[in-house]
């Protein structure tokens, strides 16, 4: 393999698992908030739920909105630079109204 | 939408909340608490491009010990603050650290040598100009900041004197070439260090708003600002700082031209630098270094409470006179001083020239002038003769001229005879405050003599000589008062 192969190689496996395995998360925490939705929990327990699982509530909270909001995850159109993290603050008012001056 | 995404709205808007209160840091450039002042300051960096980092910290001084110190972050109420470093850090001018400057006597003599060597300095501002400086890096414990325009022809070296000066004022932020005012309010409330305009235009959109910005400036009141492209929203800005800036002519806005000193500018006389080699930046960095020192150390030894009325040697100065030359007068050694009292009249008296030469103030004169002269105020002739004096681009019509007496000088108007001719009536007590206001001389007092055979009054005036004899000794006796 040349220099260049090889870099190329390795640019494509960081790519395409980085991206498996941040997916892995997203539909980890999908299949967690469709879970919750499917069995009612009381609204009131979202935070001391997630904090019971191991999860943080935030990202719980999040997850419900996101699963409200494609009760199937092929309906979510992304690329392969998604993460979790981009997802939340999706979901977040306070991320999308930060406007200086705070 | 159901009560379980309600709840889930809830909690993620809460948790973000108290994360952002708890973990992350404040950027600031400054802080102060009751033991210490931080004051960011940034090394030198042989960074290219602007992203790339610069280093920056505080440096931590000591309120009761007197002490500094250089701190990367500072911990305060549980609040963790961090000097700014961003893009913007690259459009600052910031202190390096400190070094010891011995005496204030000292550091005003190394100023004044730096800026005659640099730039040819208009000879009576030899001595205002340090403490000008100096007063940058204090600016926020002043009520009222005036502001620094440098005026000239074209190769006159304003653009030099604007930079050379501004390089030793307290976080000069360059500004000339913003594009949007935007910019320009979001960066000064950030840094609230010392703005440089460069060719500051009088004319046109861009030069109104930045009228109004200017004029806002100089007190402590929030500037409001509706902005974004799809959520208009008002914002409040804090843009009291100091200015600096550069017009080929005098700023014509009357309010705005009694908030500057004006510095005219000449053709240089003797060979000035023409590049700002690595002597120039050496010089300014150890400078810079010592007046944030003396900020340091006097920062909080300013209190107006003695002056609240103003100073007892300036009161014979107009208000807003006295708020532009109170800060360096604060600073200055009595040497100064006394050149700023002389300072201090002819900004007094220019500030009287740009009131009467006003539309209002053209007005006012012509009735004072035929009020003086002991003629009827006609308002057909007050309004000839402001045409011919002001000439308007379009003439003005009797009902405006009327507009400007009643509302603005606040004189009443009547009609009277057959013919319905609208005179102005003079209210003695109003003329009076008026010439106050735009320095003309006092009115000529009116005798009122013995009536006459069918029982009226008539007024004649004193003897015109024996009058210019009482006010040239009244002239004299105040002149003797003044302290120089």
Redesign the interface.
């Known amino acids: 393999m040349t220099y260049s192969e090889l870099l190329e190689e390795c640019k494509n496996i960081y790519t395409e698992l980085s991206y498996n395995s941040r997916f892995v998360r997203i539909a980890m925490m999908h299949l967690l908030a469709k879970t ?2 499917e069995n ?2 009381d ?2 327990k ?2 001391s739920f997630a904090i019971t699982v191991g999860i ?3 990202d ?3 997850a ?2 996101f699963a ?1 909001k494609y009760p199937n995850l092929d309906d979510f159109n992304h690329d392969k630079t998604i993460s979790w993290q981009q997802i ?1 603050d999706e ?5 999308k ?1 930060k ?3 705070s | 939408m159901s009560e379980l995404s309600r709840s889930a709205k809830a909690l993620l808007k809460k948790t973000d909340d108290n994360s952002e209160k708890e973990d992350k840091p404040i950027f600031q450039s400054y802080i102060e608490t009751s033991d210490y002042i931080l004051e960011q300051i940034q090394g030198a960096t042989d960074a290219t491009s602007a992203n790339s980092a610069r280093e920056v910290r505080f440096i931590k001084y000591d309120k009761k010990l007197g002490t500094t110190e250089e701190v990367e972050d500072f911990e305060n109420e549980n609040k963790l603050y961090k000097p700014i470093n961003n893009e913007l850090t690259y459009s600052i001018s910031l202190s390096g650290g400190v070094q010891e400057y011995n005496t204030i006597s000292n550091l005003i003599k190394r100023i004044r040598d730096f800026y005659n060597y640099n730039f040819q300095v208009p000879a009576k501002f030899e001595q205002i100009l340090p403490y000008l400086c100096l007063f940058t890096w204090v600016y926020e414990k002043f009520p009222f900041v005036p502001y620094i325009n440098f005026v000239g022809l074209t190769s006159t070296g304003k653009t030099t004197a604007m930079e050379v000066f501004g390089s030793l004022c307290y976080k000069t932020l360059d500004v000339s070439g913003s594009i949007t005012m935007a910019s320009i309010f979001r960066t000064t409330t950030i840094w609230r260090g010392t703005l440089l305009l460069d060719e500051f235009d009088n004319i046109g959109e861009e030069a109104r708003q930045m009228i109004s910005f200017l004029k806002s400036g100089v007190s402590d009141r929030a500037v409001l600002r509706v902005e974004g492209d799809k959520v208009r929203e008002v914002k409040a800005y804090l843009v009291k700082c100091p200015k600096i800036f550069t017009s080929e002519k005098p700023v014509t806005d009357a309010g705005l031209q009694s908030r500057i000193f004006v510095i005219p500018m000449e053709k240089n006389k003797r060979k000035v630098p023409l590049y700002r080699l690595n002597k120039y930046k050496k010089e300014t960095e150890e400078l810079k270094r010592m007046l944030l020192l003396w900020r340091l150390r006097n920062l909080n030894k300013i209190d107006f409470e003695d002056i609240e009325f103003g100073f007892e040697e300036l009161s014979g100065l107009e208000s807003r006179v006295q708020q532009v030359i109170t800060p360096i007068y604060y600073l200055a050694d009595d040497e100064t001083k006394k050149n700023i009292l002389i300072f201090a009249q002819e900004q007094q008296k220019e500030t009287l020239r740009q009131r009467r030469e006003a539309e209002e103030g053209i007005i006012f004169t012509i009735i004072y002038d035929l009020y003086n002269e002991n003629q009827e105020l006609m308002l057909s002739e007050i309004t000839a003769e402001f045409n011919k004096k002001a000439i308007p681009f379009k003439l003005w019509t009797n009902t405006k001229v009327s507009n400007v007496i009643r509302k603005i000088l606040g004189f009443e108007t009547e009609r009277v005879g057959h013919n319905n001719i609208t005179m102005v009536i003079p209210d003695k007590n109003k003329l009076e405050d008026l010439c106050q206001y735009y320095g003309l001389t006092p009115l000529a007092p009116i005798a009122v003599v013995a009536p006459v055979a069918n029982g009226e009054s008539k007024q004649i005036k004193v003897d015109q000589e024996k009058l210019l004899d009482q006010i040239e000794e009244t002239q004299k006796e105040s002149s003797d008062n003044l302290p120089f």
């Not at chain 1, 979901?91 to 991320?95: A, H, I, M, P, T």
């Open positions: 919750v939705i009612d929990l609204p009131n979202i935070a943080e509530p935030s719980l909270a999040a419900i909105l409200q939340k979901f977040n008012e306070n991320q109204t406007i200086y001056p």
